[in-house]
Structures are given as structure tokens and as C-alpha cells.
């Protein structure tokens, strides 16, 4: 069975494979016991997605000892003031069933809510013992600043979209040089990369799908844990299945190039940050 390799972060060591689980159809208890059965160790949820149930149930079926599982929630943009936020935290602990989170992340900036409350509210779910890790997601890279001069206690990673369509180079050189780990989300484009010739060519060669290649892609960044979500048990397992081949620097590079202008899924109006290009 494939296990990921971890990446660290000031003290967290974070499963570099990840399963998602943002759409309710989707990530029912058994697709979360059967991403545990084929060895993930990394469940990325969130308050907002409506999972969390569902989420805790499949950890529990799946026999997998809960201090072997790196779990992350989010607390939604709503609720970014101290009180909710504490609200959000408690209301996630219950929906999971468990009495702690490996990592709590802020889900999306919020213009209107002092960074400095938030991060204290933040720090103090760490400190209370409710979340063993902090970090945040959708941040650009000088709120990402802003935010960890603010946190009095570390953060350990940036969620943002990340996949070959979208050129995160400059997010991802920020995160390796403060020592934090990327969590690529959406790192399979949504579907998106289903009939590229590029990846399709490298998994023909590679005896690998073009989704490995992307994925293995991320992973050969050193610095990218990604939260691939499937609802197809073969389709999970082969997310996972990536350690067992290299993909060479000229199919990095070729990877790299397929970047493009309109890459980008995820940008809400009134709430996505000016992102760093
Ligand atoms: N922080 C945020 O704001 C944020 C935003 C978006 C997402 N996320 C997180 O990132 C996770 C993943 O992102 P995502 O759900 O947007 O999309 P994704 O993982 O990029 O793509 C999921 C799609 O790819 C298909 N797929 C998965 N594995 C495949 C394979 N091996 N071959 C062919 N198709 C495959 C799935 O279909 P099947 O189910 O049919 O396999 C599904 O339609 C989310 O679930 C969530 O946990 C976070």
C-alpha cells in the first residue's frame, strides 16, 4: 500500500497526499474510508463544505487509529471575528466527533475583519489545544506576511489552487522560503487536465495517468502537499500511487509550460485577493 512521504513545517509533519472532500455527493463516509484504506493519512475538510459528518464517520469505519490521521478543517470567512470564530472551531469538533484537528485554516481572507483578531483567535484555538497546527488558504503573499507577523504562534502552510494550468511559481517560492508547505488545491484542475496531450504523452511513457503525472509533478516541488478528491476507489488509489517513478527535468519543464492566462478556477468575486502572478 502506498503511503505518502511527509513534509515538515515548523513542527508539523504533514502527509504530502491529501484527500478532498469539498463536495457532499462526493465524499460520503465510505470514499473517506476507502482513501484511508488505500493509504492516505491526510483528509483536508472544512466547515463550509458540509462534510465533516461524513468525514469523521469514514475515519471511524476505516479502523485507521485517529493519531495516525493528519486532519484539517477550515473556518469559513463568515466567522473570522473572535466569538465565531471560537463557535466555528467547536461546532467542527463536534460535526468530526474528535477533540482535536491536526491543522485549522483560515478558508478565505476577509477585508472587513481585523487580520490581528482573527490570527489571535487563531493562536488561541492552537494554544487551547483544539487544532495541533495553524495556517491559512486564498491568502496572497503579503497578507500571507501580514498574517504571520500578526500569529503569535507559527504557520505551517498556505492552501491555495495549484496545478499545471496556473502559474503559482512566485507562491510557491514564497512558501519555500519561509519554510512553510503548499497545499495544492483543485491540483488535478477539477477535471480540467483530462485530454492534455503533454501529460497524456509522459503517462503513456511512464505507464502512469495523466493525473499521476500531475500529481507527481506537484509532488517533485519538494515543498507541495496536495489534497486530490475522487469519489471512484480506483481513481483514489492511483492518487495516491505516485512514489514509484521520476518524472525527468525536461518533463518538468514541459509541465511547467503548460501554464496559461486563464488557468485559474477558483476566484470569487468581492473575496479573492489581488493574487500574486
Ligand atoms: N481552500 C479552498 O478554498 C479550496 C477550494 C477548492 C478545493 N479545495 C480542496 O481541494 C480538494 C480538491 O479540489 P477539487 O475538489 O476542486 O478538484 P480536483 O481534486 O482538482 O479534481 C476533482 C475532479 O477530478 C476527478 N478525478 C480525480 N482523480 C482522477 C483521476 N485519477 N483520473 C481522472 N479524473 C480524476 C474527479 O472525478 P471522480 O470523482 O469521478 O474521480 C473530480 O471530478 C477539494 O475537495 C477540497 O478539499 C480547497
Known sequence: MP????????????????????????????HVATALEAGYRHIDTARKYGTERAVG???????????????????????????????????SLVALGVDYVDLLLVH????????????????????????RHIGVANFNIAMLDDAMRLCPEPLVTLQVECHPYLDQSKVIA???ERGLVLTAYSPLARGRLKDDAVLAEIGRRTGKSFAQVAL????????????????NAARIAQNIDLFDFELSDDDM?????????????????????????
Open 3 to 30: 503511503f505518502a512521504p511527509k513534509l515538515t513545517a515548523h513542527g508539523a509533519a504533514i502527509p504530502a497526499i491529501g484527500f478532498g472532500t469539498s463536495r457532499v455527493e462526493d465524499a460520503r463516509a465510505e
Open 216 to 231: 507527481r509533478w506537484l509532488m517533485q516541488q519538494k515543498v507541495i502537499a496536495a489534497v486530490p478528491r475522487s469519489s
Open 174 to 176: 514564497a512558501c519555500r
Open 57 to 91: 464517520e469514514g475515519m471511524r469505519a476505516s479502523g485507521v487509529r485517529r493519531d495516525d490521521i493528519f486532519l484539517c478543517t477550515k473556518v469559513s470567512h463568515e466567522y473570522l471575528h473572535g466569538a465565531d470564530f471560537a463557535r466555528s472551531v467547536d461546532e
Open 108 to 131: 478565505w481572507p476577509e477585508k472587513n475583519t481585523p487580520l490581528a483578531e482573527t490570527m489571535g483567535a487563531l493562536a488561541k484555538a492552537k494554544r487551547q489545544g483544539l487544532t
Open 253 to 277: 519543464r514541459r509541465i511547467g509550460a503548460l501554464k496559461r492566462p486563464n488557468g485559474r478556477i477558483a476566484d470569487p468575486a468581492g473575496r479573492a485577493p489581488k493574487w500574486d502572478m
